[in-house]
């Protein structure tokens, strides 16, 4: 399947060639061969528990390729201390803060800043202002005194976004950003999420379970149930044939607006 959308992106910048990725005694992607490219907007769907988390956490070098190789810029080491690590901005799913902690917005947002200042080093004035550029980004500038857990899902989102954005990423990984947080809160993120991409050019990867949520938005989508489905722009993948191979038979495809509408019966964490 085709690959790049336009000539309007750049190189390649996450490369996998035959990986495959998992855990001790599981096996969780099988030969994976794609390419990401520079300023490329990927959405990333497929059942519960089928690697989409996984391939993720094998981009952040948690989890080295069993085989196969997996190529993140021009560096395919497979040491979490490597300096290419520190440009890949990561969002994990919900629940890593806890909410009673005594921590506030500018806190959590200045943990993005971490790993250039050192653990034991105060920051200086120039990572205070990335950090509070960061929070002025996803608008939560006006909240970085509030208590973390005091702020609305949405709110925690936007600071954790800005908590990745302060590493001053190429690339973003957003690992199911919209969960547990109500529908205008999610398109009101995903509208931040796009403005982000276009402002900075950044390589964005979101998991997701809404198909049809993240297909209008995206350059392309990546299709994952143990092994890659495809890799395409959406109208191309979404085909009642290759869902149903990826979801089983409970799949109701729709054109609505000329657009493919898309029903499946799944859960909300990988």
Known sequence: MQEKRSGSLGKPIITAEHATLGYPNKVALTDISLAIYEGEFVGIIGPNGSGKTTFLKGILGLLPPISGRLQIFDCACEAMRCHH?????????KGWVDPHYPITAWEVALMGRFGA???FKRPSKADRDIVMASLTAVGMEPYSDFPF????AGQQQRVLIARALSQRPQILLLDEPT???DTAAQCQLLDLVCHLHQTYRLTILFVTH????ISTVVDTLML???????KDV?????????????????VVLEERGKKPYVMVSDAHHD
């Open 149 to 152: 857990g005091a702020l609305s």
């Open 85 to 93: 690590r520190a440009k890949i901005g990561y969002l994990p799913q």
């Open 179 to 181: 969960t547990g947080i």
């Open 234 to 250: 959406p109208t191309a993948l979404l085909t009642k044939e290759t869902l149903s191979l990826v979801y089983g038979k409970e």
């Open 117 to 119: 200042i050192g653990l």
């Open 224 to 230: 994952l149930n143990g092994r890659l489905f495809g």
């Open 210 to 213: 809404d198909i049809n949520m």
